[in-house]
């Protein structure tokens, strides 16, 4: 398996432009989370997925943001519009749930850079 | 408000110095996890430990959850530098166990 699939794996785009960035986990994953990791904040969970379906969206920072997963091997986040403040790696996770303590397998992130 | 503090924050030592990072917390986890990250990479589990005062070794790598589910420690011995990262540790919370809680990480530079 290839692992999880980000892209881009940059983006450099400009304030109140939309930005879309895409995921591809696991095949036979059925939890799908996307993070932001800055400096500051470190690892923060935005949303996450079960079996296709938002479980817990409560880490999205504002109606900018907003998280699709169509189905099974695809997800997307999109941020519109996009604010310099937003700039930040974000990682796409998937895991197996089902078992206790499951491992999350992670992408290897877009950098988003708003200027 | 972090619940998790890893410390220290930041680490730089020589190939074959022992270290110790430590992630602390006044809640309790029903599970606490280890990752490291690598520049340009996302983060790789480690370990996974689940039981109060359990000890897991992975190769030079040893990893203690305390007795009380709130800490855990990472000692690494004769540091590499192979064992450069962040190294992350991440706690799961009773009933829903997907939700991570992360700590925000100890950088370690490990110098030939």
């Known amino acids: 398996d290839a692992g999880v699939i980000q892209s881009p794996r940059h983006e450099v785009t400009e304030m109140g432009q939309e930005v879309t960035l895409r995921c591809k986990p696991i095949s036979g994953h059925n939890s799908l989370f996307w993070y932001r990791q800055t400096m500051m904040r470190g690892l923060e969970l935005l949303i996450y997925f079960n079996n296709n379906v938002p479980i817990d969206d409560s880490g999205m920072p504002e109606d900018r943001f907003s998280a699709k997963m169509p189905n099974a091997s695809f997800s997307t986040l999109k941020i519109q519009p996009s604010e310099p403040r937003d700039s930040a790696v974000y990682f796409c996770?998937?895991?197996?749930?089902?078992?206790?303590?499951?491992?999350?397998?992670f992408g290897q992130g877009t950098r988003l850079t708003v200027v | 408000t972090q619940l998790l503090e890893q410390s220290p924050q930041f680490l730089s030592i020589q190939e074959g110095e022992n270290l110790t990072v430590y992630c602390n917390s006044s809640s309790v986890f029903s599970s606490l996890q280890w990752y490291r990250q690598e520049p340009g990479e996302g983060p790789v589990l480690l370990v996974t430990?689940?039981?109060g005062g359990e000890v897991k070794k992975l190769k030079r790598l040893t990893f203690q959850f305390g007795d009380a589910r709130k800490d855990s420690s990472l000692h690494i011995t004769a540091a590499q530098p192979g064992d450069t990262g962040l190294y992350l540790c991440?706690?799961?919370?009773?009933?829903?166990?997907?939700?991570?809680?992360w700590g925000l990480g100890t950088s370690l530079a490990v110098n030939p």
């Open positions: 996770a998937s895991s197996y749930w089902g078992q206790l303590n499951t491992e999350a397998f």
């Open positions: 991440a706690g799961g919370r009773a009933g829903n166990n997907r939700k991570l809680i």
């Open positions: 430990v689940v039981t």
